[in-house]
């Protein structure tokens, strides 16, 4: 079984900046993608960005050049920093993992989520 706990969510002006945190833990024997997912009130959740192991991203437009993904494979963690935030960026945001465990099943975790809210 696999946990994620995310962190570091709040609320912030537009303009300003936050940094999520999302580490892993259970019977993990590696870690393919993390990424983050967010979902706005009425709206459905959507990718915001994706890392693989070996640090390839991918994210979604409308973060590209303010949202910046990275990990610390050592410690199981998926970092997103926001930066120049926009009212319209708040949600409640999800890390997921996909994990490989001890008993070589391939698990899809998901972290229980952290409320970003700009003000504007």
């Known amino acids: 079984q696999v946990q994620l706990v995310e962190s570091g969510g709040g609320l912030v002006q537009a303009g300003g900046s936050l940094r999520l945190s999302c580490a892993a833990s259970g019977r993990i024997l590696s870690i393919n993608d993390m990424g983050w997912y967010r979902q706005a009130p009425g709206k459905q959740r959507e990718l915001v960005a994706t890392i693989t192991s070996g640090g390839n991203t991918n994210s979604a437009d409308s973060v590209k050049g303010r949202f910046t993904i990275s990990r610390d494979n050592a410690k199981n963690t998926v970092y997103l920093q926001m930066n120049s935030l926009k009212p319209e960026d708040t949600a409640v945001y999800y890390c997921?993992?996909?994990?490989?465990?001890?008993?070589?099943?391939?698990?899809?975790?998901w972290g229980q989520g952290t409320q970003v809210t700009v003000s504007s």
């Open positions: 997921n993992a996909v994990v490989l465990d001890y008993a070589y099943r391939r698990t899809v975790g």
